[in-house]
């Protein structure tokens, strides 16, 4: 054993035993993990730590990190932060064993090579300040030498040892209290052995396997559990949906879940029990206290080690759980809030009601609310020819151009009025009607915010203005909900809220930064998601901006109160000003790159109308020749690039489903039906796909390709347009399975899925052409043939707009 440090110059704080290799040990672990070199992380750690925001390192501080984008500048921040707990909580470790006085090189070095938490607690754990256990009250009745003698000398007989140790005035008055005292402090001490437990942990992670059954009784109630009444998989493999699964339903009262290991392992000796074991040393060779340190070894096991670990693997397993569904739920946030934008047109939001009515709002070209009507189209009422004539006065009154209905309850039957009441309009005026998903509109409509916008207005009213504005803006609207209310996660209620908060805003101020906001149009719950901006300091851009009218430049933002030059730093160069004193106001080049933009410009002898869109005249440039000591070729680059393409839009061209005429129920799907539909979910167990049936359908992961695919996000994404096949339906249960496997092999995928093969009836190969003739529409207005069965899209919503908007503006 080394010596134990005690000297006054031994180390004692953080600077001075582990700082030096804490920095350099954070940024070695995280370039391993995101795939780029040490000096890297800590560029982007300096800018990180200095208050920059990752939508602005990962654009406009390409020189410093290396080119480091923002999924990996993601990841980094989220490492960053886990690790630097864990440095502080090593010099917490260090600190407390040295002031106890056992603190010893090997100690240190320990403490120094582990890599996470959990190691670091197991190195602790004999030194962490407990409760009096029965070990302590044993060692206090000075006991622990007899433990000793016993493990390191089987030979001597533990009953004739013990007689020596007799202590009636601390309660061991007999052999057999003698004897479960010395127990008591080698089942402590094995169970606080740092690297036994890791090779038990390791053993647990390998070979446990995890069991559910039914708590009697809870059948009927717990009946959406059904799968996992008497279920078992091995740790290792368990995904995180069935996980989330498992926990849910214990939390609930249905199912008991454990972890097992080595159950089916014949042996006399359990695995576990024989690690303990050979630990010490301990085997049974028919010496006299063998038997006796054998059970020890047994109750170290079962009393102390196994509970331990499984409260902790289960811990793991739950938290691992949680971070691929948060990471799920924020990869389809991101999809959806990067769907193609219809554009700004005069759009009419129809949120639709049976008995309460159709509402309906109307909002011109910027969102705002122009005006409002309530429809009675269905029953009690059936005011069909009023509902219609409402209608068409409303379309012709605002120039209407878009048309937004909800997907909630009697959308097709509203989608249906529509379509009746434009077959009066000319083909030429006539607007583009869109079913569009409405997931958290409600939330939106109840909201303080949405009072603020729309004061006055009938709550149900604001959810059909938020409808309307949805399909011109996605992102613009989706910002002002929170993010957990658009409904497109696994289990998100059962996970870590605060994580889940903390991803999802970063999903939200990536999306929003990618894309750029109109400094004179964006509302204050846009502005807040912009890089540097807090909330007051958007509503302070807001109300100056009230004030002065409209921002004429970028360099009026410093006249904002409050708003200094690292928020202007941060924040300029993802707001854009249209029309403006400085053409590059428009773009996304920042004010800071300005000079380096204007030398390119003037390098190519005309000015800027005439270079601004130019990919002929810019392509001939060469980058290298306009580096500096400031401005690498990375952000020479992008600023050619955004002269090319000024103000592009990173989001998809819009399109939709074709929706089939005649399925509008979930009773009207029968199986071998080949439908076009919209991803409104992805989760690693599959893909949900609407069809326009009020009840999303799921393609397993298993039918999503005619490849194997670990990965669903890998075929799709939300908001992508596919084309399914129904295999089954469960109307009472409300279950659709689809796939999108080839149509050739459908039979067989049934037989396979479903155990039977049955011959389709006629009526059950399709019901007919779905609208537009199978035709879909890119932006020329020439349809296209229909989709095949693996065929996705790249965007959230629409199919044959283009080529009527087209038409409109001629």
Not at 647 to 658: H, N, Q, V, Y
Request: aromatic share 4%; net charge neutral.
């Amino acid at each position: 054993m080394s010596e134990t440090h005690t000297s006054a110059s031994s180390p004692t704080t953080k600077a001075a035993l582990l700082a030096p290799d804490a920095a350099l040990r954070i940024a070695r672990r995280i370039s391993e993990e995101i795939g780029c070199l040490p000096t890297q992380v800590n560029a982007a750690v300096q800018l990180l730590d200095e208050g920059a925001t990752v939508p602005f390192i990962a654009r406009y501080r390409k020189e410093a990190t290396g080119g480091l984008d923002d999924s990996q500048l993601r990841k980094l921040e989220e490492r960053l932060a886990y690790l630097r707990e864990l440095e502080d909580r090593r010099v917490t470790i260090t600190n407390s064993i040295y002031e106890q006085g056992k603190l010893t090189d090997e100690l240190v070095k320990k403490i120094q090579a582990a890599e996470t938490k959990s190691a670091l607690e197991d190195i602790y754990l004999p030194y962490k300040k407990k409760r009096r256990t029965k070990a302590q009250i044993a060692r206090e009745a000075s006991l622990e030498p007899l433990a000793d003698l016993l493990l390191e000398d089987p030979a001597k007989t533990p009953e004739t040892e013990a007689a020596n140790f007799l202590n009636p005035d601390q309660g061991f008055a007999d052999t057999k209290a003698v004897l479960d005292g010395a127990r008591q402090i080698l089942m402590e001490r094995f169970a606080e052995n740092a690297d036994l437990v890791g090779r038990l942990r390791r053993h647990l992670q390998e070979r446990g396997v995890v069991q559910s059954k039914l708590i009697d009784g809870q059948a009927e109630k717990g009946a959406k559990f059904s799968d996992y009444f008497d279920y078992q998989e091995p740790l290792s493999k368990v995904p995180s949906h069935r996980a989330l699964a498992l926990f849910r339903g214990r939390n609930e009262g249905i199912l008991s879940v454990d972890l097992t290991v080595d159950a089916d392992d014949p042996a006399l000796v359990p695995p576990a029990v024989q690690m303990v074991a050979d630990a010490y040393s301990i085997a049974d060779r028919g010496r006299p206290a063998d038997k006796w340190l054998m059970d020890v070894a047994k109750f170290a096991w079962k009393v102390k080690l196994a509970l331990h670990l499984e409260l902790d693997l289960m811990g793991a397993l739950r938290e691992r759980a949680e971070e691929a569904a948060i990471e799920v739920f924020a990869k389809n946030l991101k999809d959806l809030l990067l769907a193609a934008p219809a554009g700004a047109k005069a759009t009419l939001g129809l949120d639709p009601g049976i008995r309460t009515g159709v509402k309906v709002a109307v909002v011109d070209e910027t969102g705002k609310l122009v005006d409002t009507a309530t429809i009675y189209p269905f029953q009690p009422r059936n005011d069909v020819s009023g509902s219609r004539a409402t209608l068409l006065a409303l379309i012709a009154k605002h120039k209407i151009g878009l048309i937004a209905i909800g997907n909630g309850t009697a959308s097709r039957e509203t989608d249906r009025l529509a379509a009746d009441a434009l077959a009066d309009i000319p083909a030429s005026h006539r607007p583009v009607k869109i079913i569009v998903n409405e997931a958290g509109a409600s939330v939106y409509s109840a909201s303080e915010l949405a009072a603020k916008e729309m004061p006055n207005i009938d709550v149900s009213l604001r959810g059909a203005a938020s409808i309307a504005r949805r399909l011109q803006d996605p992102l613009a609207e989706l910002v002002k909900i929170e993010p957990k209310s658009i409904g497109v996660g696994q289990y998100q209620h059962d996970v870590n809220q605060t994580k889940l908060a903390r991803a999802l805003d970063a999903v939200v101020e990536d999306a929003v930064n990618a894309v750029g906001v109109d400094l004179n149009t964006a509302s204050t719950a846009l502005l807040t998601r912009i890089s540097g901006l807090s909330e007051s300091l958007a509503k302070a851009v807001v109300e100056h901006r009230d004030q002065i009218g409209r921002f004429e430049s970028r360099k009026q933002l410093k006249e904002v109160p409050r708003l200094g030059a690292k928020a202007f730093e941060l924040c300029a160069g993802f707001l854009r000003i249209n029309e403006g004193k400085e053409p590059l106001d428009a773009s996304s080049v920042h004010p800071e790159a300005y000079p380096l933009a204007k030398r390119i410009v003037k390098a190519c002898g005309r000015d800027f109308s005439k270079v601004m869109g130019n990919s002929g005249l810019l392509s001939g440039l060469d980058p290298a020749e306009f580096t500096d000591e400031t401005f690498g070729l990375p952000t020479v680059k992008d600023i050619l690039a955004e002269l090319e393409k000024p103000g592009r839009d990173p989001r998809p061209e819009f399109k939709t489903a074709a929706l089939q005429d005649g399925i509008e129920e979930i009773k009207d799907l029968k199986p071998g039906m080949k439908l076009e539909g919209t991803v409104t979910n992805v989760t690693n167990f599959g893909a949900f796909v609407d069809v326009g049936v009020h009840q999303d359908g799921l393609v397993h992961v298993s039918q999503l390709a005619d490849r194997f695919v670990d990965d669903p996000h890998k075929v799709v994404k939300a908001g992508d347009i596919v084309r399914v096949t129904i295999l089954d339906v469960d109307v009472p249960r409300k279950r659709i399975s689809m796939t999108m496997k080839s149509n050739a092999d459908y039979e067989g995928q049934r037989e396979k899925q479903y155990g039977r093969k049955e011959p389709l009836k006629r009526t059950e190969r399709g019901m007919g052409p779905p609208k537009n003739g199978g035709q879909r529409h890119d932006g020329s207005g020439k349809g296209k043939g229909a989709s095949t069965g693996s065929d996705t899209g790249n965007n959230a919503m629409a199919a044959a707009l283009a080529a009527a908007m087209n038409k409109q503006r001629k």
